[in-house]
């Protein structure tokens, strides 16, 4: 009698234990490491120093020009090229300039290529190759202090640019 009770269990086993199949669908990426953004480039400071306001009486006046460069290193060995969009709140006057935070009146900060062929507003993009030899990417830029609209009144004079990186 207790052999028949198994084969009874191990029926009912079977009969429930059917289940239809199922296609599952597993995805994911692989990506390569970022790469280092230097310290300095990270809290990036310029100094454009003194411009007398006599000398942004015209429109589209500008200072002297101020080079810097943005660094990237210990970029993934795979990494091609990185591309720079810069934004900030761009000057009323001139969309392609940012808008100063500070005191003086009728100026903005003009960033461009260190070459001065781009200029570089807010929204825009830069895309540089990274060194395959030093795994670093570097963005030569100048900036400067012009008045759209000329007539520029004295006081201080700071703007902010925010960079975001992709790596390509």
Request: glycine share 8%; with cysteine; net charge neutral.
């Amino acid at each position: 009698m207790a052999r028949y009770r198994y084969l009874v269990f191990l029926q009912l086993v079977f009969m429930t234990g059917q289940v239809k199949a199922a296609d599952i669908t597993i995805q994911g990426q692989v990506v390569s490491t970022p790469c280092i953004v230097d310290v300095d480039t990270q809290s990036k400071h310029i100094e454009l120093g003194k411009v007398i306001s006599h000398n942004l009486k015209e429109r589209g006046s500008g200072s002297n020009w101020t080079d810097f460069h943005l660094l990237l290193s210990s970029c993934a060995a795979d990494l091609l090229n990185v591309t720079a969009t810069f934004t900030g709140m761009p000057n009323e006057n001139s969309a392609d300039t940012y808008k100063n935070q500070g005191t003086a009146r009728d100026v903005s900060l003009q960033m461009t290529s260190a070459d001065h062929r781009t200029i570089y507003g807010t929204g825009s993009s830069m895309t540089v190759n990274i060194d395959g030899v030093t795994h670093k990417a570097k963005f030569p830029l100048s900036a400067r202090i012009v008045s759209p609209a000329g007539d520029a009144k004295g006081g201080t004079f700071s703007a902010a640019v925010s960079v975001h990186f992709i790596y390509q």
